[in-house]
């Protein structure tokens, strides 16, 4: 596809439960980006790609948020043990290079329940 | 945490007005970009000005920068009901990666027909 694809859309789960997020870039971007939107705010960063490497993840808000992009294009954002608070939009962005445009994919709604 | 305060927080207009938006921030940037999201998902990225710019235009937008105020504003011009959607300023500051953004509140903007 040509924009950035995010899965599942949706997704609902129980508190305390694990969830995977994915993130498919642009095509030869080399930098990606995580976003989270709670409801009436402006994204909030999380973390940023350069390659496979997180090169920031200074967003992160603790440890049960992990990420990784193990080939460099492809990411999956992990949550453990989930809270209610953790409802929010999560939105990935990808770049060509670390000093272009980045573009947004469409987003995944979480619902913690 | 949110970098800094768009205002207004909403703004109705009529089709063929001007609608203008303003944003500032906190600390030194390396840009400041705009960005439209509607119903709450994917962002669109409108238009990106860098520090040492003061004035730029694309289409029916024109952005200004005023780094000694550390403000900004967007304009559109000739309102049409489908620019009706949320606007957001982002800074990528000095500090940070080019598109490690910090986003305010956003505007929501209502063009009736």
């Known amino acids: 596809g040509a924009g950035v694809s995010q899965t599942p859309s949706n997704k609902v789960t129980e508190k305390g439960k694990y969830v995977e997020l994915r993130c498919d870039p642009i095509?030869?971007?080399?930098?990606l980006y995580w976003y989270r939107q709670s409801l009436g705010q402006g994204p909030e960063f999380l973390i940023y790609f350069q390659g496979t490497g997180a090169a920031d993840d200074s967003g992160l808000p603790n440890d049960r948020f992990f990420a990784v992009r193990p080939e460099g294009s492809v990411s999956t954002l992990k949550i453990q043990r989930t809270e209610r608070g953790d409802s929010a939009v999560y939105l990935c962005a990808s770049s060509l290079t670390e000093h272009t445009e980045a573009f947004f994919g469409q987003g995944t709604r979480l619902t913690v329940v | 945490s949110q970098q800094g305060e768009e205002d207004p927080q909403a703004l109705s207009i009529q089709e063929g007005e001007n609608a203008t938006m303003n944003c500032s921030y906190k600390t030194s940037i390396n840009n400041l970009q705009w960005y439209r999201q509607n119903s709450g998902r994917g962002l669109v990225h409108l238009i990106l000005?860098?520090?040492?710019?003061r004035e730029k235009h694309s289409g029916r937008l024109r952005v200004t920068l005023d780094t000694s105020k550390k403000s900004s504003s967007l304009l559109i011009t000739a309102s049409r009901a489908a620019d009706t959607a949320s606007y957001f300023c982002?800074?990528?500051?000095?500090?940070?990666?080019?598109?490690?953004?910090?986003f305010g509140a956003g505007t929501r903007l209502a063009v009736h027909p």
């Open positions: 982002a800074t990528a500051d000095v500090s940070g990666g080019y598109n490690k953004l910090i």
């Open positions: 095509s030869g971007h080399t930098a």
């Open positions: 000005i860098r520090s040492n710019e």
